[in-house]
């Protein structure tokens, strides 16, 4: 994995698609294994606490970059719901409603986002998870009727199929974090030339 940046309390990773998160003891958040982009592991037990500490209060500014199938009604929106694992199937994530009975001791969710550019069966977006659960921009895009492309968990039947895509549109692009020693750092990711190239012409 190529690196971002380094210094005594931490590394960040320009993460391929493929690697698993779970692998790294002391990572600082989680990425899917195919989903590409900025990933932080600590170096010592005490970066750890205070770096996941800014993700539990929300303090860590975080945007993706995605490929959509079909069109978003709005140009950008925010995403609000409840998030839970789904009860028909162990792997997915699913989207409760308050008044749902399921709902009590659900997560509450939510996903900002904003049309960076529209294709014929595409939209490719820029999602800022304010939350950080488990699958939650794929959840939550799914939700609103567009699944991210190449993402067999939560795509449709019927979904436009990119013939090079291998693995989920799904790119952690930026990062704003507060380090050990108190400087605020960004960390910029491109987009990958694999999912580039699948971009519809």
Partial sequence: MRIIYEDNDLLVYDKPAGINCDDFPKRVHRLDKDTSGIF???????????????????????????????????????????????????????????????AENKREAETHYRVLQRFKDYDLIEAEPKTGRKHQIRTHLAHLGHPIAGDKLYSFKGQPVLPNLKRQFLHASFLKIKLPNNQIKEFKSELPEELKLCLPK
Avoid: C, W
């Fill in 40 to 102: 932080l592991v600590a170096k010592s037990e005490e970066s750890l606490n205070f770096l996941q500490k800014q993700f539990k209060e929300r303090k860590v500014e975080k945007k993706y970059i995605s490929l959509t199938g079909g069109h978003l009604k709005n140009q950008a929106g925010e995403i609000k719901t409840l998030l839970g694992r789904s009860p028909n199937d162990r792997r997915k994530q699913k989207v409760f409603m308050p008044q749902e009975p399921d």
